[in-house]
């Protein structure tokens, strides 16, 4: 009789052969630090940039107040759409300056739920090469035709605007605005331009820098563009220290996604008391302080002049070491974990075949004392 399994067993084969094989690692967290197998590591590979899911004091002034049930079990359409979800959406309207404003249960909902339902076939999106998997996933689910175009080269993308726009009923130009792995930004305003020139919509995936620049509201509203941008999406799983994702745009847009975005209408709502604090926090800490943001902008202009001439890419607090080969980063990887730093080798596919990194996320948790052995061990291993 047939192995059932066969190729899965032989795809499991494959990936450990090449060193891309992973699996999952318990560890337990406590402010700054991951606790791993008894052993005290400062955590490098968190996305809570401001370091605000592990503040025993904003987790308590919070909870202090809190007296609603902890979810709703239910959809949104049904009868989930508590004052908890409308409030948030309210206030992210407001702050963007929008028309409207939608909830989705993460990042990857949103993203797989706005292409899916937006770029249809007949339409074109043209995506950044290094965009995140569920901005391709949803392109793929949606039947739209995908044409990338080379990492932040914006004439690739209008060589590739002047070849092929013409020939679709809807064009859409998708980008990160801080790119996850990268850690460099896009250029928002050659970008609205290219919109403007060739009648796109815009979408700008703001997962990794909401929370951070512009005033909170990202990296569209650092550089002056949000009133330019047509659809904006973010997380309140990164710098916000909660749960769940959203998006900003015209009400056209945000009602056709009540309508057509198979993962809102189909999906049980994310945690009431997660949208509860991403509202108390984007309140209290991050719309009306710059505290939090302040220092870690400043830990990482000093960790980028520390680390000067090893290959690092971006200028952001996502600090990729570039190593090239799956070997150097998982010994790399092991190497700083016994010195007491949680830092994960990024592999293939996440990154490009042949770009293995050690990618380190920087919290304004972190110290620069906490770090000053780790520029030590970096710089040696040049």
């Known amino acids: 009789m047939k192995n059932l399994f066969e190729d899965y067993e032989k795809a499991i084969l494959d990936k450990k052969e090449s060193l891309n094989f992973r699996s999952l690692q318990p560890v337990d967290i406590a402010g700054k630090y991951v606790f791993k197998s008894g052993k005290r590591l400062l955590n490098l590979s968190s996305n809570d940039y401001l370091g605000i899911s592990t503040k025993d004091s904003i987790r308590q002034e919070f909870l202090n107040g809190y007296k609603k049930p902890l979810s709703v079990p239910s959809a949104r359409l049904l009868c989930a759409n508590t004052s908890s979800y409308e409030k948030l959406e309210e206030l992210l309207k407001n702050k963007?300056?929008?028309?409207?404003?939608?909830?989705?249960?993460?990042?990857?909902?949103?993203?797989?739920?706005?292409?899916s339902a937006l770029a249809k076939k007949g339409d074109v999106v043209f995506c950044d090469r290094l965009n995140h998997a569920s901005i391709i996933d949803g392109i793929h689910?949606?039947?739209?035709?995908l044409i990338p175009f080379k990492h932040a080269n914006y004439e690739d993308l209008e060589s590739k605007l002047i070849r092929y726009s013409k020939k679709y009923a809807n064009v859409i130009i998708s980008t990160e605005?801080?790119?996850?792995?990268?850690?460099?930004?896009?250029?928002?305003?050659?970008?609205?331009?290219?919109?403007?020139?060739?009648?796109?919509?815009l979408i700008v995936d703001e997962a990794h820098s909401f929370g951070v620049y512009g005033g909170g509201l990202g990296f569209c509203?650092?550089?002056?563009?949000?009133?330019?941008?047509?659809?904006?999406?973010?997380?309140?799983g990164k710098a916000v220290g909660s749960y769940g994702a959203f998006c900003v745009g015209c009400k056209v847009l945000i009602d056709y996604l009540i309508n057509f975005s198979r993962s809102f209408i189909f999906s049980t709502v994310f945690p009431q008391i997660s949208a509860e604090f991403a509202y108390f926090v984007l309140q209290n800490y991050i719309f009306s302080s710059d505290k939090f943001q302040n220092k870690l902008l400043k830990l990482t202009d000093i960790v980028h002049k520390r680390l000067c001439g090893l290959n690092i890419l971006g200028s952001s607090y996502i600090v990729p070491v570039v190593l090239g080969e799956n070997q150097k980063a998982l010994e790399l990887s092991k190497m700083l974990m016994d010195k007491g730093f949680y830092c994960l080798p990024i592999r293939y596919p996440t990154v490009a075949k042949n770009s293995a990194r050690l990618r380190i996320?920087?919290?304004?948790?972190?110290?620069?004392?906490?770090?000053?052995?780790?520029?030590?061990?970096?710089?040696?291993?040049?």
């Open 221 to 236: 509203a650092q550089e002056g563009m949000l009133d330019k941008v047509d659809l904006i999406m973010a997380t309140f």
């Open 361 to 382: 996320s920087l919290s304004a948790a972190i110290e620069q004392a906490d770090l000053e052995s780790l520029f030590a061990l970096l710089l040696n291993t040049k």
């Open 96 to 115: 963007f300056n929008k028309e409207a404003a939608l909830l989705f249960n993460s990042g990857y909902h949103a993203n797989v739920g706005i292409y």
């Open 141 to 145: 689910l949606g039947g739209a035709d």
């Open 177 to 201: 605005a801080l790119f996850s792995m990268d850690g460099d930004f896009c250029d928002i305003k050659k970008l609205v331009e290219l919109k403007e020139k060739y009648g796109a919509i």
